[in-house]
């Protein structure tokens, strides 16, 4: 291979990076990945001057992709962030009309899992690594991170090992004070599950909740106006090859009413055999109401109790409300009006008569994994879906749009031999898209090609007028020059 050739062929790849990660630090892995691959046949020596004016560059596609958290600033109505699950934290304070990637350079992984604001000083915000939703394809989290000023730089303060961070909540009134529901590394045990807290603004963590190093912490509740008062969801889960183990007799809604430094189990009609995935949610309207969407064999289904989780009741078992818990079960209630839920799965519903009957309503993309409402003003709302994050100022009626942040997750890349040269790929839960590597002057900065999410996409090697796009076993061959 000549100069020119490997010279062409690193930065193409250089440039593929981007697309399938966002943070510098994690391209720059990629980066070298690449490099030691392609480099490693040469005997020839490089001057390394010839590399020094490479740089990352975004090329598309413009739009978003998997969001599996997302919060606000209730002080600030127009304030959101979220994390992606390749692109890290991003910020809006336009109410979602752009976004601006705020953890480029600071976090060493791209998949986040959790996030929050603190209610006496927005200016703190935890951030938690590695996106909970553990689907087939899953980024190990490496940690928490800390900002003191609004996301303009971030401190690491610890868990590394931790594996997927599930939800973080920070005390009402005293930053310093933080919970974290960690759910561990999806494909081994490990004894870093359960549920987490700082007292010192993450300088030192303890675990409070430790079930088993296969049940780690799915999801944790403060009550409102009692903060003492803490719910935590188990789960026992593990991501196999070939499937995904999400259940066992083990997991269950744990409560505490000491901040966290004791526990007990909560039953009071609550499923008793295999307890799957569940996510709790309250109301500061009603705070002795709790929610609870709970995957179990038997026993499926949203539940409510009236007195702080010592009775439930099963109030809505449709199977349309828990269909595939262990990617979505994601629940919320307005924090104005107790009976206002919303539940989320490949469906986005709402229920105005406290979860007995469930109305569905549009959203921007499907699969939908968060919500989070603004306590002062309930129609300021943003919910996450696999198609990024959108921003509600009318209580979702209409949603902000979602092709302002370049999070797609691209499952694989190919190029061809055009000038410029065309990569290919294929986004998760989206289609395959053809991106030019420099404007081509006729305004379209990307074109839809063949094949679905699945991919792969593949231009014929010595002609790129055809591709050839995968979709879950079936094969599409397009003609460029003959399709629009």
């Known amino acids: ?55 990352y560059r975004s090329i598309g596609p413009n739009r978003g992709g998997r969001v599996t958290t997302v919060t606000g600033v209730p002080s600030q109505p127009h304030t959101f962030y979220m994390g992606s699950t390749g692109g890290g934290v991003w910020k809006t304070t336009d109410a979602g009309h752009s976004w601006a990637n705020i953890s480029d350079g600071f976090f060493s992984a791209a998949s986040m899992g959790a996030i929050d604001v603190s209610l006496s000083n927005p200016d703190v915000i935890y951030a938690g690594t590695g996106s909970s939703k553990i689907r087939s394809n899953v980024s190990i989290g490496r940690g928490i991170y800390k900002s003191t000023n609004a996301g303009k730089t971030w401190t690491f303060i610890g868990l590394r090992d931790a594996g997927q961070i599930a939800t973080i909540r920070i005390h009402p009134s005293n930053p310093d004070i933080v919970y974290a529901a960690v759910q561990g590394n999806p494909f081994v045990p490990g004894k870093e599950r359960g549920v987490y807290r700082t007292t010192d603004g993450g300088k ?21 106006g009692h903060p003492e008062v803490v719910f935590a969801c188990m789960w026992h889960a593990q991501r196999k090859p070939w499937t995904i183990i999400s259940g066992a007799r083990e997991g269950g ?66 199977g349309s409300l828990i269909t595939r818990p262990f990617y979505y079960d994601t ?44 306590p002062r003003n309930s129609d300021y709302m943003i919910q996450a879906n696999d198609g990024g994050a959108n921003v509600s100022l009318d209580g979702g009626r209409t949603w902000s749009a979602q092709d302002t942040q370049p999070t797609a997750e691209i499952y694989q890349v190919a190029v061809d031999n055009q000038y410029p040269y065309r990569v290919y790929g294929a986004q998760q839960d989206n289609t395959t898209v053809m991106i030019p590597s420099l404007p081509l002057g006729n305004g379209q900065d990307f074109r839809v090609g063949p094949g679905c999410e699945t991919g792969p996409i593949i231009p014929a090697p010595q002609s790129p007028d055809i591709v050839y796009g995968g979709c879950k076993g079936q094969f599409t061959r397009m003609n460029i020059t003959t399709t629009y």
């Open 331 to 374: 629940l919320g209630v307005d924090p104005n009006n107790s009976d206002i839920v919303f539940v989320g799965d490949e469906g986005w519903f709402k229920s105005t008569d406290g979860g007995k009957s469930f109305r569905t309503q549009r959203v921007p993309h499907g699969d939908n994994h968060d919500v989070w409402i603004n």
């Open 1 to 55: 291979m000549s100069n020119g050739v490997a010279s062409l062929k690193l930065s193409r790849c250089a440039i593929l990076m981007e697309i399938s990660f966002m943070t510098r630090k994690t391209c720059s892995l990629s980066v070298l990945f690449v490099v030691s691959l392609v480099a490693a046949p040469q005997t020839e020596t490089r001057d390394p001057a010839l590399w020094s004016g490479l740089k």
């Open 253 to 318: 809604i744990y409560k505490s009413t000491d901040g966290g430094d004791h526990w007990a189990k909560l039953a009071g009609g609550l499923p008793n055999d295999l307890f799957g995935r569940s996510n709790v949610a309250l109301s500061a309207s009603s705070p002795n109401r709790v929610y609870a969407l709970i995957e179990a064999k038997p026993g499926s289904g949203l539940y409510r109790s009236e007195d702080l989780g010592a009775t439930w009741t099963l109030i809505n078992s449709s």
């Open 204 to 224: 030192t963590w303890k675990n409070l909740l430790f079930v088993s190093d296969l049940a780690g912490a799915a999801d944790l509740e403060l009550q409102p």
